[in-house]
């Protein structure tokens, strides 16, 4: 039994916002009828107390002295007769006037409003006393209600009616402004794998907007490392034909030696062979980890001095095999942020290059000094070689390049992975001429905040 959890849906932002605000509009229109139908009944109410306080002062002292028999008005008892009773009083009780209802309200009213029963029904009366009269109006309070509820529902109806068109126009509002979104999104879905251009931003919203420019730079990114992946690969399969065909030249040249010293000839060259093939590879290996480190790894305070002096002792013995001075000039103040691994690459590679364009009884000296203002730092390698041509010295940074008539079988790419690993640090490389020891001068100058490369 299967018992993994389908994962969860991705919360839609268009559903949430229209949801908290499609709610917020129906809460607000909620809230706005509820005040408009309370406000609307009071003010009815008011209103209907008015009309009574008029009536009443309509009808005081405007009737004769003479009274009403109990018979003399006859009774209507039909819906419309109930709902408004008058009776004016004389001050010794005698009735000068009531409408034609038969439902009697006590000649002993409280002046003002009051609420008061009358035939089994509720009424709302307002008395005036003058000084010869008594004059009672009386509303039946259902009736009363019933036209002050019809009124409140007439006010409530345009925010009833109201609340579907904002609610139809808060949808429209989010799906245009979540419109860009989506035509970002589609975009990206129809792209062609091979298809790294950063993504237009015209018209996108402010809040959007950091989000493409930052999806642009990691496509701006990934653009670069899939050229460098491309470039390497095309460089590695042409750098590598040649060292394979050679060791197989080679081992057929060991198989068809029919003497000793014929083969053993022939396994020096395949072992020399072997070893040129396999410091391709690593130099290949070394420059594709340095061109795709992280641009952002965390940087160290590194001793640039007492990495030279490492380098230096670790070139020692090659150094001394081939008969050439190797020296180091380099004050412990020297130091810089970096990443302390990818700097002595740096340095094997600066120095490998001068010893193998150094001629025997030459002489190769790295030089570590502070930067003019203490700003930085300064890393020099030079060697008493044939040097570098003018017109060669920026070519010999790039990968596989190597200089016409260069000695020995190098690969062409020591220089270019001290250039790689410059370029992290933020770090400038030159290649110039020793003015000391007339041969080639490699220089790395270093800052004490290292310039960021964005890809």
């Given at each position: 039994m299967n018992t993994e959890r389908l994962p969860s849906p991705a919360p839609s932002l268009r559903r949430q916002l229209t949801g908290a605000l499609l709610a917020a509009v129906l809460a607000f229109a909620?809230?706005?009828?509820?005040?408009?139908?309370?406000?609307?009944?009071?003010?009815t109410e008011a209103l209907f107390d008015a009309q009574m306080q008029r009536i009443?002062?309509?009808?005081?002292?405007?009737?004769?002295?003479?009274?009403?028999?109990?018979?003399?008005?006859p009774a209507v008892d039909e819906p419309a007769a109930r709902e408004m009773i008058i009776q004016v009083w004389r001050a010794d009780g005698l009735m000068l006037y009531r409408s034609p209802h038969g439902r009697l309200l006590q000649p002993q009213a409280v002046i003002g409003f009051s609420d008061v029963n009358a035939?089994?029904?509720?009424?709302?009366?307002?008395?005036?006393?003058?000084?010869?009269?008594?004059?009672?109006?009386?509303?039946?309070?259902?009736?009363?209600?019933?036209?002050a509820g019809q009124l409140a529902l007439r006010a409530v109806l345009p925010v009833a009616l109201l609340a579907p068109v904002l609610m139809l126009i808060v949808w429209w509002v989010i799906g245009r402004a979540l419109g860009p979104i989506e035509r970002a999104r589609r975009q990206v879905a129809t792209r062609r794998p091979d298809d790294l251009s950063p993504l237009p931003t015209a018209g996108l919203p402010a809040e959007v907007r950091p989000l493409v420019d930052e999806m642009n730079g990691l496509l701006t990114r990934l653009s670069a490392a899939w050229d460098a992946l491309t470039h390497f690969t095309a460089d590695a399969a042409h750098e590598l034909r040649s060292p394979l065909a050679a060791l197989r030249l080679q081992v057929q040249g060991l198989q068809r030696a029919d003497t000793p010293a014929a083969r053993q000839t022939a396994e020096s060259r395949l072992l020399a062979g072997i070893d040129r093939a396999t410091r391709l590879v690593e130099q290949l290996l070394a420059l594709a980890r340095q061109e795709g480190a992280a641009r952002d790894a965390p940087l160290m305070d590194v001793n640039l001095a007492a990495l030279a002096h490492v380098a230096v002792a670790e070139a020692a013995s090659e150094a001394a095999r081939r008969g050439i001075d190797l020296t180091v000039d380099a004050p412990a103040a020297a130091r810089v942020p970096g990443q302390p691994e990818a700097l002595a690459v740096l340095l094997r590679n600066l120095l490998d290059n001068a010893?193998?364009?150094?001629?025997?009884?030459?002489?190769?000296?790295?030089?570590?000094?502070?930067?003019?203002?203490?700003?930085?730092?300064?890393?020099?390698?030079?060697d008493s070689g044939p040097g570098i041509a003018p017109e060669d010295r920026?070519?010999?940074?790039?990968?596989?390049?190597?200089?016409?008539?260069?000695?020995?079988?190098?690969?062409?790419?020591?220089?270019?992975?001290?250039?790689?690993v410059a370029e992290r640090h933020g770090a400038v490389i030159e290649v110039g001429e020793s003015a000391e020891l007339g041969g080639a001068r490699v220089a790395v100058m270093f800052q004490v905040t290292p310039r960021r490369q964005k890809m």
């Open positions: 909620a809230l706005q009828a509820a005040v408009t139908y309370r406000t609307a009944r009071a003010e009443a002062l309509t009808l005081s002292g405007r009737l004769g002295e003479g009274g009403l028999g109990d018979d003399d008005t035939g089994g029904e509720r009424y709302r009366v307002y008395a005036l006393r003058t000084a010869t009269q008594v004059v009672q109006v009386a509303q039946q309070a259902a009736a009363r209600g019933r036209m010893l193998r364009h150094t001629p025997k009884g030459g002489h190769v000296r790295v030089n570590v000094e502070p930067a003019q203002a203490g700003q930085g730092a300064r890393l020099s390698v030079e920026a070519r010999v940074l790039d990968r596989f390049y190597r200089a016409p008539g260069a000695p020995g079988h190098g690969s062409g790419l020591g220089l270019a992975i001290a250039r790689a």
